[in-house]
């Protein structure tokens, strides 16, 4: 018969009557040398005291593998995440051929943290759900709504792409609780449908909420128009046409979006246009709408010379608007030949840091600045 005097581990020993199991060190001699090995024992009261019963033999085990077992057997949960930062015990290494490394199943999960966190602080989770309450649909219109938000944060694409590759290498499964299989392009596609009409609301929130944030002044506006194209005959959009493309796409049917932002870059509302619209028509429509939803304040509005036209200028001044603009060179032979130059005001020989110089036209209230770009 073979002797196996056993000794039990020093720290678990001051636990073994508060635990249900712990950890034995056991050694069996061979020879001139001691085996060490472990086992799992589970601790129960009788009538007549303790007793001890093996559950497991483990062998001889690493001590990380020991601490394992140990966590199991106390039914601690999330204590592996601890052991990252543990320095107790001896490292152990390992040979590692790195070119026969790979990896796989790899989750974006950083980009989509923060955009989730974000909409929080901006209640945008909060608006989504009272503008799209939950119905009888497998996934609720709102969380639909925020997989759109946060992939157009991280990684802009089409709803299709979003479908078929990227929603899977999110995090986006378990942050919002949408299982994978449930996300299509045409819930998507949906889901854009029921944000439609809460579209001025959702402007006016984020207005305000990104203004309470962040101390923002909306005093200056800057507005421009884009462009995106479709390929396809988008016989169902009217808006679609064939116009000025700013992708070098005639070819293609596109609409025109108008956008107004802050000084700091931030949008403020959109518009979308028939795709044929030329961007000065759009000047009276855009400033009506901004003034319907955030009132006619005394901001300033900043637009490109593609917006200039006569009729632009005496709309804004009508309104006791002000506006900086761009001025095409064809009207500059005009304005060089409206210069005033009396005591007191800028005459032809006035110059400007960064620009050939700053006439003044004999129209009351507008001052022409010529600048190099």
């Known amino acids: 018969m073979v002797e196996m005097p056993c000794s039990v581990d020093a720290r678990l020993s001051q636990r073994r009557y508060d635990l249900p199991m712990y950890l034995r060190k056991c050694r069996r001699a061979r020879g001139d040398s001691d085996h060490t090995y472990w ?4 601790s129960y009261r ?57 990896v796989e199943g790899v989750w974006d999960f950083g ?20 503008l799209l309450p939950e119905g009888e649909e497998d996934v609720p219109w709102s969380m639909m709504a925020m997989t759109l938000v946060l992939m157009r944060l991280c990684e802009p694409s089409s709803e299709l792409r979003i479908a078929e590759h990227l929603f899977e290498r999110s995090t986006l499964a378990d942050l919002l609780g949408i299982p994978a299989d449930k ?69 293609c049917k596109q609409v025109c979006i108008g956008l107004v932002v802050s000084r700091e870059g931030l949008p403020l509302g959109y518009e979308v246009f028939a795709g ?45 608007r002000r506006y900086i603009v761009g001025t095409p060179k064809s009207q500059l032979k005009s304005f060089e030949s409206r210069r005033v130059g009396t005591e007191g005001r800028l005459g032809p020989d006035t110059r400007w840091p960064g620009g050939e110089a ?13 600048q190099e770009y």
Not at 39 to 42: A, K, N, Y
Not at 112 to 128: D, N, P, S, T
Not at 217 to 235: I, Q
């Open 183 to 251: 996300v299509n392009d045409d819930r998507l596609y949906r889901a854009l449908d029921r944000l439609l009409p809460h579209k001025v609301e959702m402007e006016k929130h984020l207005k305000e909420r990104l203004g309470e944030l962040f101390d923002l002044e909306y005093d200056l506006l800057l507005y421009d128009v884009t462009s995106t194209y479709f390929e396809g005959e988008c016989a169902r959009n009217g808006e679609a046409r064939r116009g000025y493309s700013r992708d070098h796409r005639p070819d």
């Open 39 to 42: 086992e799992l024992v589970e």
């Open 276 to 320: 044929n619209r030329a961007d000065v028509t759009t000047v009276e429509d855009v400033v009506e709408k901004i003034e319907a939803q955030y009132g006619a304040a005394g901001r300033i509005w900043v637009m490109d010379r593609g917006m200039v036209s006569q009729d632009n200028l005496d709309y804004l001044q009508a309104g006791g």
């Open 111 to 130: 980009g989509c943290w923060l955009g989730l966190e974000i909409a929080e602080r901006l209640e945008l989770v909060a608006l989504l759900a009272r």
């Open 358 to 370: 700053m006439p003044l036209s004999g129209r009351e209230g507008e001052l022409h600045s010529l």
């Open 46 to 102: 009788t009538a007549r005291g303790p007793r001890q019963r093996v559950v497991a033999y483990l062998g001889d085990v690493s001590e990380g593998k020991r601490f394992g077992v140990q966590q199991a057997a106390r039914g601690a949960t999330g204590s592996w995440q601890s052991r990252f930062f543990d320095e107790e015990g001896e490292p152990e290494w390992v040979e590692v051929d790195t070119k026969r490394v790979r």
